[in-house]
């Protein structure tokens, strides 16, 4: 908006009807006091100021505009008729004036000075507001960068007052800060500690989670720099997601030597009992069976009856101690896993026919999803004893539904085949879900009502994790659950 002061009401309205003409907002002021009255109430980006007026003339009038911060820097365009002489111009430009035209005037020159100036002006008053802007900006991100040093210090704090070795990593999987215990098994930052021969690399299983951007678990032994002791410790390194972008990771060594220790003479001591247990059993076993072939008995008479419930007796002792046998290779890193090229639609139809073949109840098991009739390098014992694991407890917990549903995908972008098993059983609960694939785990919902000794998946778990895959469970109580592994393709 462009403010002409003049005494002169006629030449007011002409200079006003030219500005107006050209689309530029016009007010007025007839004296030097309404001028100032204006222009410290409204912003205006020029002022057309007429020299000669009563009690206050236009020099006044820009000296005291200049004075103030609120219309220092608005351009002043001094007109007159009367003072013309060079000094007057001199006094003009003095007083603030960006310039200084005699009349007569020449509209069309009027009308590019203001064109010039009004445009210089508009651009001044952007680049103030944009270096506002600015300075607020930078403000806010000197508030936020003080913030986020506080936060991050907090942060370093309480990973120092953690009894574990913590660390953090940048999104790249590279060590970005350490507390002081890490210096225990690693002489540098930027180095894992050094790994019993026989356990993971760190930085390959990092680097295999990383890539599928999930966090990583691993129980292993690391160096102490001064004893030279390897020491068992739980590794946990978890991404801490911007949005749905990985900003960094976050992990920990808990020290957990003295429960395997613990662990082990117990492990031991199973082992143990499981040999001692194996013979006897066999021997048994052989008996009865001979027995059974001496006596020649009727199945169908309650003697044969007998005999047969002690056969299955024996069947269930014998697979007991089998899985117990398979708790202590696992523990002990014996655990043979022999891989070759199977056809993985074999293993499934194997797994099934057993089940069928060994349940005398209406049991339907029906396949769903693409049939993954392709060769995957595995152990073809050891997944089809996961799968009958998982189809046995599908039927054992779905006492009042015999259905079992077994659905296979193959995911060529992850380079992985899933199988799910789905049953229509008691379901268990949420917050239970994730422990019940550990050792001696059993659901106290369910463990008066069905037997076992809470292994099984447990075994089934270690299988599929060194076949470099993974297990897990989705499940609603009263619904069913659905167990299920992965496998890579290759």
Same mark, same amino acid.
């Given at each position: 908006m462009i403010l002409i002061v003049d005494d002169n009401q006629s030449n007011l309205y002409s200079l006003q009807k030219l500005l107006e003409s050209k689309d530029f907002q016009v007010e007025t002021a007839g004296s030097g006091e309404e001028a100032l009255g204006k222009a410290l109430k409204k912003d205006y980006a020029l002022i057309i100021l007429d020299v000669q007026m009563p009690d206050m003339d236009g020099f006044e009038v820009a000296e005291t505009l200049a004075d103030y911060s609120k219309t220092k820097d608005v351009p002043i365009i001094f007109l007159s008729a009367v003072n013309t002489d060079k000094k007057f111009i001199t006094q003009g430009y003095a007083s603030g004036a960006k310039d200084y035209v005699t009349k007569p005037v020449d509209p069309e020159i009027l009308l590019l000075k203001v064109k010039t100036f009004y445009n210089l002006q508009e651009q001044n008053i952007a680049m103030k507001k944009t270096?506002?802007?600015? &300075? =607020?900006?930078?403000?806010?991100? /000197?508030?936020?960068?003080?913030?986020?040093?506080?936060?991050?210090?907090?942060?370093?704090?309480? =990973?120092?007052?953690?009894?574990?070795?913590?660390?953090? =990593?940048? &999104?790249?999987?590279?060590?970005?800060?350490?507390?002081?215990?890490?210096?225990?098994?690693?002489?540098?930052?930027?180095?894992f500690p050094k790994t019993h021969p026989d356990d993971h690399d760190i930085r390959e299983e990092l680097e295999r989670c990383r890539k599928k951007g999930k966090a990583l678990e691993l129980e292993i032994r690391i160096k102490n720099t001064?004893?030279?002791?390897? /020491?068992?410790?739980?590794?946990?390194?978890?991404?801490?997601?911007?949005?749905? /972008?990985?900003?960094?990771?976050?992990?920990?060594?808990?020290?957990?030597?003295?429960?395997?220790?613990?662990?082990?003479?117990?492990? &031991?001591? =199973?082992?143990?009992?499981?040999?001692?247990?194996k013979t006897p059993l066999t021997s048994i076993k052989a008996y009865v069976q001979l027995l059974e072939r001496k006596l020649k008995l009727d199945k169908e008479s309650p003697e044969g009856g007998f005999v047969t419930k002690v056969q299955g007796q024996i069947e269930k002792l014998n697979t007991l101690i089998t899985d117990l046998l398979d708790v202590s290779k696992i523990e002990n890193g014996k655990l043979k896993i022999n891989r070759k090229s199977v056809n993985l639609e074999s293993v499934i139809s194997n797994a099934i026919e057993t089940i069928l073949q060994t349940h005398d109840e209406q049991i339907r098991i029906e396949r769903h999803g693409t049939k993954p009739d392709i060769l995957i390098p595995l152990d073809e014992i050891r997944i089809e004893q996961v799968l009958i694991n998982f189809l046995t407890n599908a039927i054992k917990y779905s006492p009042e539904n015999n259905q079992v549903i077994v659905t296979t995908f193959v995911d060529e972008e992850a380079q992985e085949v899933r199988v799910n098993v789905t049953d229509f059983g008691i379901g268990i609960p949420d917050f239970k879900q994730d422990a019940v694939f550990k050792k001696f785990y059993r659901v106290e919902e369910s463990s008066l009502q069905f037997q076992g000794m809470g292994i099984g998946l447990f075994i089934c778990a270690e299988i599929i994790k060194q076949h470099h895959g993974n297990v897990g469970v989705s499940s609603i109580v009263g619904e069913g659950s659905t167990f299920y592994f992965t496998l890579p393709l290759n």
């Open positions: 270096q506002q802007n600015l &300075e =607020l900006e930078v403000k806010g991100r /000197r508030e936020s960068q003080v913030t986020m040093k506080s936060q991050i210090d907090h942060f370093h704090l309480m =990973l120092e007052s953690l009894p574990q070795i913590a660390f953090t =990593l940048n &999104e790249n999987g590279i060590v970005d800060f350490v507390n002081g215990k890490w210096y225990q098994y690693s002489d540098t930052e930027q180095s001064v004893s030279g002791n390897y /020491r068992y410790h739980l590794l946990r390194i978890t991404p801490v997601y911007d949005e749905n /972008r990985i900003k960094n990771w976050v992990g920990t060594f808990t020290d957990i030597d003295d429960q395997k220790k613990v662990e082990k003479e117990k492990d &031991e001591f =199973l082992s143990i009992a499981s040999h001692e247990l």
